[in-house]
């Protein structure tokens, strides 16, 4: 991720450093770190937003907090690094031109992005892969609308084309591993319906439901039980020509989707009140607690 930025951290450098350098001051006049405080409008005192943020060099998505706090408070930076009441603190050199300041504030719908792939991918214990394909995949595509804005600069454009390389390479948008297609077809809320609207083609889907179907039957439908017959029937036409049963798992892809944020409990549900079929049920218990990343794969934290 740290490609979309890269380049406009060696163009923007005293945005990172500018917090660090107050600090600095404030340790050796002994004085409280008030100085930004001091030049903030109303309305950042009166949203609580009163503070530089200074960028960890081993957290990437500090370096955009960061930078979207240095836009925010864009007044009180001009006016702390031009003012002559604050002249001694030496800060004339974080100087922002306007082509700078309107670089930091093109980024910030980058930014955006990136901050909220990484709330989603955050909330609670590791993401399991069906709720990462979603979240990457609208990264993606609010990615992919910067690079095709003709109207945004060309290092913004290329910096979110290289993040959509390298989230090509983890998260290929023509699928990908089997896992996570096996995990989002078996998600009750999506099925094929998630791809359709995505744009995959009938030909992707039919090759992606053979895939799955071919999981299904090699290593769970062994394991389900023969339908009982029943022993007291003597009709001999139903024997010659029985009704076959319908496969589970064509029988799922032919129901509505469910709408469902917690496909886990919905399939455990159906386990417990011993409804449907119960290896289809453990395929998809067992692909839906997959997951969502590769172990080299770096998250969006």
Known sequence: MIGLFGSLMKGLPFVLKMEEEIRNEDNKRNKDDTYIAECCSSKNKADGVTSLLEAVQTMWITHLHAIARYVELKDAVIRLTTASNYADLGLDKFILREPEWSLAEEIMPAYQAFKDCFVSLAK???????????IIRTLRER??????DNTASRIIRHGAS????????????NGGSDMYTIAMILHPRFKLEWFRAKGYDQEWIDKAVGTVRGIWEKYYLP??????????????????????????????????????SAPLAYWKALEEARL????LIRMAKDYLSAPGTYSRSARCS
């Open 162 to 173: 290289n993040v959509i390389k390298v989230l090509e390479k983890f998260y290929p948008d």
């Open 276 to 279: 449907g079929e119960q290896q």
């Open 143 to 148: 990615l992919g609308a910067i690079v095709n």
């Open 124 to 134: 609670g214990d590791a993401p399991l892969v069906h709720q990462t394909i979603p």
């Open 223 to 260: 394991n389900v039980a023969p339908q009982e017959s029943d022993s007291d029937s003597m009709d001999i036409e139903a024997y010659e020509q029985p009704s076959p049963a319908v496969d589970p798992f064509t029988q799922y892809l032919s129901e509505p989707t469910i709408k469902t």
